[in-house]
């Protein structure tokens, strides 16, 4: 993969960071258009109901749950995943971001992108405070 | 009203939400939660949810933009990320804690507060002539930004209070859902004292990451509605896209005085709706 390959100076790094941004962005808002266009065509005659709060139901909630209903097409699963792909966007840039610091030898900062990427990764899973 | 015309209202919202946002500089997320809480009744959880996901968006596509640019300071931004992200999850846990009333109150005054900061004058550079910050020197902070004469060096100051003050904005944004990009360009500006546009470039490049990690407490606790985030995130984004492709060379002082004087209103809005317990 050239992505991979190649310039791993700070401006070919930076490069890199922005393509691995738009990407994922692109991606997710495509996989949000497709499941929207389903939703509509599935709900679009009911009625709205977010005047009273009641929560997604559980296979909304959770990662695997997620990718269980979008497997099956279900229109709100495949929004749930372009959501989830959207918020793995940032996260992959900040582990994007150990490698290469990692590769620069800056142990400092390898320190600093795992933590941040340890707390985005445990929020995801599930934990709170 | 049915979902089809209620999908296609809030994506129209939220594309002038996102165009204005980007013209402004002030993001998309501050408006996106009083259009759908007072404009269409929608419960403020909710509403927080589908606006965090489109400020990942937004920033996630703008930061892409200004990383190539070399205005972003990468290793301050990293640094900092440690406390928007702690920041975001204290504010996520605060928000199943405090009651909706009181979430619209603190969002009224965070958006008579941006209204009062847009209404100053975006003022550049600031004289270059300070010693290097210890602590700054160390993690390998200090850098150059792109000028018309070639690259200007900076120094990065007073790291402890920068990190304190982006703890709070991670607080707020995981609060709210809003990027909270005035307050992140604040504290940079004013407290670590680097050049505005690396302030506002890096505060960007900090603020998908920051929103990405409120999001997923939101998602867990199912705050997250597919049907209302849906024409939210695709509304935004494209508006911010078309922000952004006009922002060079537009007039942009007028709208900001304006759009100014509409954050102020739905900030008083918040406050009484949730002071008299309708939100």
């Known amino acids: ?129 | 009203m049915n979902i089809f015309e209620f999908t296609i209202l809030i994506w129209l919202g939220s594309l002038g939400a996102g165009l204005l946002g980007a013209l402004t500089g002030l993001g998309g997320g501050v408006v996106i939660v009083p259009f759908l809480t007072l404009g269409l009744g929608v419960d403020i959880r909710y509403a927080i949810g589908a606006s965090l996901v489109s400020v990942i968006a937004t920033s996630s596509g703008a930061a892409a933009a200004y990383v190539k640019e070399g205005f972003t300071n990468i290793r301050m931004g990293m640094f900092l990320e440690m406390a928007t992200t702690m920041g975001a999850l204290v504010g996520a846990a605060l928000a199943a804690r405090v009651s909706t009333a009181a979430i619209a109150v603190i969002f009224g005054c965070v958006l008579i507060y941006s209204s009062y900061l847009s209404s100053r004058p975006q003022k550049e550079s600031r004289k270059q002539k300070e010693f290097p910050d210890p602590l700054a020197t160390r993690l390998k902070m200090d850098s150059t930004y792109p000028t018309r004469e070639g690259p200007a060096p900076y120094h990065v100051h007073a790291i402890p209070l920068g990190f304190s003050l982006l703890f709070g904005a991670g607080t707020l944004s995981g609060l709210l859902g809003i990027g909270s990009g005035a307050v992140k360009v604040l504290a940079m500006d004013q407290a670590m004292r680097i050049p505005f546009k690396v302030s506002t470039t890096t505060s960007n490049f900090m603020i998908g990451v920051t929103a990405a990690a409120s999001s997923g407490v939101y998602l867990n606790r199912g705050y997250i509605d597919p049907g209302l985030a849906m024409p939210v995130m695709l509304g935004v984004l494209l508006g911010s896209l078309i922000g952004a492709r006009f922002l060079f060379g537009a007039r942009t002082r007028v709208l900001r005085i304006v759009f100014g004087i509409v954050i102020l209103a739905l900030g008083v809005e918040m406050i009484y709706n949730g002071v008299t317990g309708r939100l």
């Open chain 1, 1 to 129: 993969m050239s992505f991979l390959k190649g310039d791993w100076t700070e401006e070919g790094l930076d490069e890199k960071l922005g393509i691995l941004l738009r990407t994922g962005v692109l991606i997710s808002a495509v996989v949000v258009l497709g499941g929207g266009i389903l939703y509509l065509i599935h709900a679009g005659s009911g009625l709205p109901h977010y005047r009273v709060f009641r929560g997604e139901p559980a296979d909304l909630r959770s990662v695997p749950g997620i990718l269980k209903d979008a497997c099956s097409l279900r229109p709100a699963g495949l929004i749930q995943l372009g959501l989830l792909l959207l918020i793995a966007t940032p996260v992959t840039r900040v582990a994007f971001s150990v490698l290469a610091f990692a590769l620069k030898r800056d142990q400092t900062y390898v320190v600093v992108t795992l933590i941040v990427f340890a707390l985005l990764v445990y929020s995801l899973v599930g934990g709170g405070l």
